[in-house]
């Protein structure tokens, strides 16, 4: 299959014409963000406080960085398990954020949000890292810096592989997926 | 009584750390290509051939394999008549992997308290196995582990009336559960016996010391073995939980005597970067 290119921001269009197993190169911003990032996030909603990027179309790619060694935009860069941001995305999502990117599956807050704000959810390949961080052009710290490398960092990508697993219909890869492989049943 | 310099354990733990961050062993390099030959999902072959390059990559560009780089494991088999000078093995091994995940450019992923959660800011400290035997050696082995795969991990004091059918089954649950949360294919090692402790080392102990396709010496848990990763293979998870026909590259089982009242059991599940090193000084 061949992939899908996007770009982001993400529009109504790009996000509508995705569906789980489809497999995207998406090139734009991205902002890393994952445990401490988000639980900061949400503090700065509940006070009514600007948040530190436009999330409005935007991507959050739930990840932490190694290192960038000499020369390098960043260092390896792949995708964390995104249950542990299940409980701020559909909060994220209400207030314009069109995707996120990580890897594993999302609770039904999640799978409900993502229809109810033609969001959608890919998976990053876990464990490919130094692959993934090829596809970033370059790399700046946009706020808690005190946190390392689970500071939010704003990515420019290009070509970042993905694959749409849980889409704005409500269908699940995660579920589908399985199913059609599942021989054994516990 | 053998001396072994401070600074040649903290020299031999800041190279091991990066070259297991770096660079695979053959046996999960050989796995991952005959997963990626076998399996049939188209999903499952894109994310298995990303693997692959991935391993290539690593490599080429001298970057860590995944992100996470670990909690730094170590088993230490230390000879009675050896001993490591100056401030001794334990500080040598942390010191090492200090310098070992700066200069290596590796992420530093330790918070000091689990409720209080302030990074380290140098991967230290490490988790340290001893075991002491007779000799004059010290042998080293590091195994660092990643917290996605880790967290979808278990402990399970099972009455001895569940058997192993009872086992088995809480095994398969627990893998399909577990879904793409531990970077599937995963890798399963499994303490059976012993006490509640021990059969989570022993789980771990499997994940390190064996390569893949290497069986339990004992007949029946080799068949076990077999058994089980059949069965896990046939659930359907996939690569990365999109489904898929290879779910795991391998388990292993590591069996101890118990209490009669008890039937212990531990899952540590080991994403697909299955990353070593082992140094003997």
């Known amino acids: 299959m061949a992939a899908k290119r996007l770009t982001t921001p993400l529009t109504d269009e790009a996000v509508l014409s995705l569906h789980i197993g489809d497999e995207v190169l998406l090139s734009g911003v991205v902002y890393t963000a994952r445990d401490s990032a988000h639980k900061r996030l949400i503090e700065l909603i509940d006070r009514g406080e600007p948040l530190p990027f436009e999330l409005v179309g935007q991507a959050i790619y739930y990840a932490g960085p190694s290192p960038a060694p000499p020369g390098k935009p960043i260092g390896s860069v792949g995708p964390t398990t995104s249950y542990r941001m299940d409980a701020f995305a559909p909060r994220l999502h209400s207030l314009g954020l069109r995707a996120t990117i990580g890897k594993g599956p999302r609770s039904k807050e999640v799978m409900d949000a993502l229809v109810n704000h033609k969001s959608v959810y890919f998976t990053a390949v876990g464990g490919v890292a130094a692959l993934l961080a090829k596809r970033v052009k370059s790399a700046e710290i946009v706020a808690f810096e005190e946190l390392g490398p689970e500071a939010i960092r704003k990515l420019v990508v290009e070509d970042l592989p993905l694959i749409v697993s849980c889409d704005a219909y409500g269908q699940d890869l995660h579920v589908e997926g399985v199913k059609a492989y599942q021989k054994l049943t516990v | ?281």
């Open chain 2, 1 to 281: 009584m053998r001396e072994i310099h401070f600074d040649d354990v903290v020299a031999a733990v800041r190279d091991m750390s990066i070259e297991a961050n770096l660079f695979l062993k053959d046996d999960v390099k050989e796995a991952l290509k005959h997963a990626y030959e076998r399996e049939e999902s188209g999903t499952g072959r894109s994310i298995l051939k990303m693997v692959l390059e991935n391993i290539e990559v690593a490599e080429a560009e001298r970057l860590p394999l995944c992100q996470d780089t670990g909690l730094a494991v170590f088993f230490v088999e230390m000879g009675e008549e050896a001993k490591v000078s100056g401030d001794g093995v334990a500080k040598a091994i942390n010191e090492g992997v200090r310098r070992g995940y700066k200069d290596g450019y590796l992420r530093k992923s330790v918070v000091d308290d689990p409720v209080r959660r302030k990074n380290t800011g140098d991967n230290t400290p490490a988790i340290i196995h001893f075991d002491v035997v007779p000799g004059t050696h010290l042998k080293i082995a590091l195994a660092p582990k990643g917290g996605g795969s880790e967290n979808m991990s278990t402990v399970k004091m099972f009455p001895p009336s569940a058997g192993w059918e009872g086992m088995k089954k809480f095994v398969l649950e627990w893998v399909f559960k577990s879904g793409g949360n531990p970077c599937p294919p995963s890798i399963i090692g499994i303490g059976v016996g012993g006490n509640f402790e021990l059969a989570a080392i022993n789980a771990k102990k499997a994940l390190v010391f064996r390569k893949i396709g290497q069986r339990n010496p004992d007949p029946f848990w080799a068949g076990k073995e077999v058994e089980l990763l059949d069965d896990i293979n046939k659930l359907g998870v996939g690569p990365m939980g999109l489904g898929g026909v290879v779910t795991s590259l391998e388990v292993f089982i590591e069996s101890a005597p118990c209490h009669i009242a008890s039937m212990p059991m531990a899952i540590n599940t080991q994403c697909h970067a299955n990353r070593h090193a082992f140094r003997e000084l």
